[in-house]
């Protein structure tokens, strides 16, 4: 698969694991939708088969809580996994990564969460901003959110979705700033 096209982007990754509740959040706004938790996990998850179908990858979905630890389902053609009481999806999927040692290269992990993309890129797995993987989604016709040409508020900076996150030392000098 490698060098093959998914939508516009030539990828080497052959699975994507989703940090579900990141991606939910970045989609719609829970609490404000007049739809259940459950009911937009649905939503994704028919949204990750379509997305799966066309893409030819192995799709695995994280989700906090659940069932007990590690309950996995397949949804579509789809993994969905709770990481259970003991941990949170965060450490399940830095978990996942870490497992595939030399492998962890044909992994793609969609997440804004800061703290995951740095750990998981030092195993060896890609990143991809939840925003980016949204717009990737719309371009194949699996969503539209009508966020991707929608400008920012006034007052309020944008960030491109293809921009770099703050280094470590960037975020300290924050955090301190702000005496945290």
């Known amino acids: 698969m490698g060098g093959e096209k998914t939508g516009t982007m030539p990828t080497p990754a052959r699975e994507t694991v989703i940090?579900?509740?990141?991606l939910i959040h970045k989609l719609w706004r829970p609490g404000r939708e007049k739809a259940t938790m459950a009911e937009l996990r649905d939503r994704l998850e028919s949204m990750l088969s379509a997305y799966r179908k066309a893409s030819r990858r192995h799709v695995t979905v994280v989700y906090d809580g659940g069932p007990g630890a590690g309950a996995l389902s397949i949804s579509g053609a789809i993994?969905?996994?709770f990481s259970g009481s003991d941990r949170t999806a965060d450490q399940r999927i830095v978990d996942l990564v870490r497992a595939l040692k030399a492998r962890a290269g044909l992994v793609t992990v969609i997440?804004?969460?800061r703290e995951i993309r740095r750990h998981?890129?030092?195993?060896g797995a890609s990143c991809s901003e939840s925003e980016s993987f949204i717009a990737e989604l719309e371009a194949l016709g699996l969503c539209a959110t009508g966020r991707a040409s929608r400008p920012a508020p006034k007052g309020i900076a944008s960030r491109k979705t293809g921009s770099q996150p703050l280094?470590?030392?960037e975020v300290e000098r924050w955090l301190k700033l702000f005496d945290r």
């Open 79 to 81: 993994e969905v996994v």
């Open 19 to 22: 940090d579900g509740y990141n």
């Open 111 to 113: 997440t804004s969460d």
């Open 120 to 123: 998981v890129i030092a195993w």
């Open 167 to 169: 280094g470590d030392a």
